[in-house]
């Protein structure tokens, strides 16, 4: 216990207290009076007297707290500079560090203001990696915490999901749309798990919405106008409108659309023909693209924005207005939606 007393208070004698360093000179006065079990006499008043009638535990307990004071105002005393040890020689510990904390409130604010923005001004580099990243944003927070401006746990985990590069948008969209509850180190592993997983598959992906196609009974459509539909090899003719730049969706192959893909026709002309039907159910897959910013809908004028920052204008939803069903079977909540015709 000696020992590592000796060494911690070395921490305080390589840097007295100069009138310039109040921040990084109250940390390490706090570490030492943390190893020491002293911290409380510069976070608690002085207790008042319990005089001659208190019991003898209240006796010892005033007696423990003033012996501690003056341990911790001593050692304050001797890592000050000769100027500031003659402002402070009359004062107890707590006293001292609430006149302390008065004086140099300005280099306190100064501080927050600068970790505040070298916090929401971090950003990651494509490439770089994940965890360095976290570790270093963690470390702002926590100084923000100690200065008095904690960030909450909800809060903390969003200004590092924005930090992060685009190819982790896929990453935040899911995280979101599943509204996952974890703390910033929790965070930081599941980035990690994620950026290995990337960089085995080598590319990034999108979202592309597809009409589903299912076993079993035809879905009841409901009564109403509905025009009727030609059968046999008609309902499978390619139809005009062939595009001359694009690629299909479904062969990959250029110059026609999904709708007029032999290859598509020829799945479905097989699919009815073992009893299988179209449903009208839109599932989510994972297609390869250049982009992770939106989903693709190839049968609607209506896309999906991957994170709601990317939606310049919209209107909030709560929880349950709007659901989608993605491949797996699950159930996700629309967090937004733009209002029609918003370009974006």
Same mark, same amino acid.
């Given at each position: 216990?000696?020992?590592?007393?000796?060494?911690?208070?070395?921490?305080?004698?390589?840097?007295?207290?100069?009138?310039?360093?109040?921040?990084?000179?109250?940390?390490?006065?706090?570490?030492?009076?943390?190893?020491?079990?002293?911290?409380?006499?510069?976070?608690?008043?002085?207790?008042?007297?319990?005089?001659?009638?208190?019991?003898?535990?209240?006796?010892?307990?005033?007696?423990?707290?003033?012996?501690?004071?003056?341990?911790?105002?001593?050692?304050?005393?001797?890592?000050?500079?000769?100027?500031?040890?003659?402002?402070?020689?009359?004062?107890?510990?707590?006293?001292?560090?609430?006149?302390?904390?008065?004086?140099?409130?300005?280099?306190?604010?100064?501080?927050?203001?600068?970790?505040?923005?070298?916090?929401?001004?971090?950003?990651?580099?494509?490439?770089?990696?994940?965890?360095?990243?976290?570790?270093?944003?963690?470390?702002?927070?926590?100084?923000?915490? =100690?200065?008095?401006? +904690?960030?909450?746990?909800?809060?903390? #985990?969003?200004? %590092?999901?924005? $930090?992060?590069?685009? &190819?982790?948008?896929?990453?935040?969209?899911?995280?979101?749309?599943?509204?996952?509850?974890?703390?910033?180190?929790?965070?930081?592993?599941?980035?990690?798990?994620?950026?290995?997983?990337?960089?085995?598959?080598?590319?990034?992906?999108?979202?592309?919405?597809?009409?589903?196609?299912?076993?079993?009974?035809?879905?009841?459509?409901?009564?109403?106008?509905?025009?009727?539909?030609?059968?046999?090899?008609?309902?499978?003719?390619?139809?005009?409108?062939?595009?001359?730049?694009?690629?299909?969706?479904?062969?990959?192959?250029?110059?026609?659309?999904?709708?007029?893909?032999?290859?598509?026709?020829?799945?479905?002309?097989?699919? =009815?023909?073992?009893? +299988?039907?179209?449903?009208?159910?839109? #599932?989510?897959? %994972?297609?390869? $693209?250049?982009?992770? &910013?939106?989903?693709?809908?190839?049968?609607?004028?209506?896309?999906?924005?991957?994170?709601?920052?990317?939606?310049?204008?919209?209107?909030?939803?709560?929880?349950?207005?709007?659901?989608?069903?993605?491949?797996?079977?699950?159930?996700?909540?629309?967090?937004?939606?733009?209002?029609?015709?918003?370009?974006?």
């Amino acid at each position: 216990m000696t020992n590592n007393t000796i060494s911690l208070r070395s921490l305080l004698e390589k840097e007295k207290l100069n009138g310039i360093n109040f921040l990084d000179w109250f940390r390490n006065l706090r570490i030492v009076l943390k190893q020491e079990r002293k911290e409380y006499v510069i976070e608690e008043a002085v207790p008042n007297d319990p005089g001659p009638n208190a019991s003898r535990a209240d006796k010892d307990k005033f007696k423990k707290h003033m012996d501690d004071m003056l341990d911790a105002g001593c050692l304050m005393l001797s890592t000050m500079t000769l100027e500031l040890r003659k402002q402070h020689e009359d004062m107890v510990a707590y006293a001292m560090i609430k006149n302390l904390k008065e004086i140099y409130e300005g280099q306190a604010r100064q501080e927050v203001y600068e970790t505040s923005k070298a916090l929401f001004q971090c950003k990651m580099s494509e490439g770089s990696p994940v965890g360095a990243h976290v570790i270093k944003m963690m470390g702002y927070i926590q100084t923000l915490e =100690k200065l008095g401006f +904690a960030l909450n746990d909800e809060l903390a #985990v969003d200004v %590092v999901l924005q $930090s992060l590069p685009n &190819s982790f948008n896929q990453f935040v969209l899911n995280f979101n749309m599943n509204e996952i509850n974890k703390t910033l180190p929790q965070l930081l592993g599941m980035l990690r798990t994620a950026e290995s997983n990337m960089k085995k598959d080598g590319s990034k992906s999108i979202l592309i919405v597809r009409e589903a196609k299912r076993k079993g009974k035809k879905v009841a459509k409901s009564k109403g106008t509905r025009k009727t539909k030609p059968k046999g090899k008609e309902a499978l003719k390619p139809k005009g409108g062939v595009s001359e730049d694009g690629k299909c969706f479904h062969c990959g192959k250029p110059g026609h659309w999904k709708r007029n893909c032999p290859v598509y026709l020829e799945e479905v002309k097989k699919a =009815k023909a073992v009893g +299988a039907s179209v449903s009208g159910i839109y #599932v989510i897959d %994972v297609n390869m $693209s250049t982009s992770s &910013s939106w989903v693709l809908d190839t049968g609607c004028g209506s896309h999906i924005c991957t994170f709601v920052q990317g939606l310049h204008m919209r209107r909030n939803l709560a929880k349950g207005d709007v659901d989608l069903r993605v491949g797996n079977g699950a159930r996700v909540a629309a967090l937004a939606l733009t209002p029609p015709g918003t370009p974006q």
